[in-house]
């Protein structure tokens, strides 16, 4: 859920430019925003579905045993 917020938030401060940019770069920004939406309710739906902070976790995991 954190990382859903954290991309809408960020694709909100970025209106300004999103919106005097090209039709395919709004076109990714809405098909980003989306499958971070659909993720996020598909984890919390659904108990087999890793949740966004998991995935960040498995895929970021070396850089917290690297700090250690």
Do not use: C, E, H, Q
């Not at 991309?7 to 999103?18: M, P, Q, T």
């Not at 005097?20 to 989306?34: A, V």
Request: aromatic share 18%.
């Amino acid at each position: 859920m954190i990382i859903v917020l954290l991309f809408a938030g960020l694709y909100l401060l970025d209106w300004s430019s999103v919106r005097s940019s090209k039709k395919t770069m709004k076109r990714g920004y809405f098909i980003l925003l989306f499958l971070y939406l659909v993720w996020n309710t598909l984890a919390v739906s659904w108990p087999g579905w890793p949740n966004p902070n998991d995935a960040i976790r498995l895929v970021f995991g070396w850089a917290d045993r690297i700090s250690k």
